[in-house]
């Protein structure tokens, strides 16, 4: 994987109200709009995404991306405190 590239996602972003009360959590389309934006081929679309743990809004998290096998594809993870939120595949679309 290459360099980390951090993020964080406010306590008071607007999609969070009622992810869940008393518990935040950070939706996964938050997640993934953060990851998108900070591809670093910019363009791409998502092959797939598998979630595993919440995010907690407020603390800053780290999206990794490596290539793929292939060579047309990227390979992401998405880490907060060193446990991993979520990983996936991005196409490289040109």
């Given at each position: 994987?290459?360099?980390?590239?951090?993020f964080?996602?406010p306590?008071?972003?607007?999609?969070?109200?009622?992810?869940?009360?008393?518990?935040?959590?950070?939706p996964?389309s938050?997640?993934?709009?953060?990851?998108?934006?900070?591809?670093?081929?910019?363009?791409?679309?998502?092959?797939?995404?598998?979630?595993?743990?919440?995010?907690?809004?407020?603390?800053?998290?780290?999206?990794?991306?490596g290539?793929?096998?292939?060579?047309?594809?990227?390979?992401?993870?998405?880490?907060?405190?060193?446990?991993?939120?979520?990983?996936?595949?991005?196409?490289?679309?040109?």
């Amino acid at each position: 994987m290459t360099r980390a590239i951090r993020f964080s996602v406010p306590a008071d972003h607007p999609a969070l109200a009622g992810h869940f009360p008393g518990t935040p959590m950070v939706p996964g389309s938050v997640i993934l709009e953060r990851i998108l934006a900070l591809c670093p081929t910019g363009s791409s679309h998502l092959d797939f995404i598998k979630f595993q743990h919440p995010l907690i809004p407020g603390r800053e998290a780290e999206v990794e991306f490596g290539p793929a096998r292939d060579g047309r594809a990227l390979d992401f993870r998405c880490l907060q405190s060193g446990r991993s939120i979520c990983a996936g595949r991005l196409t490289i679309t040109p």
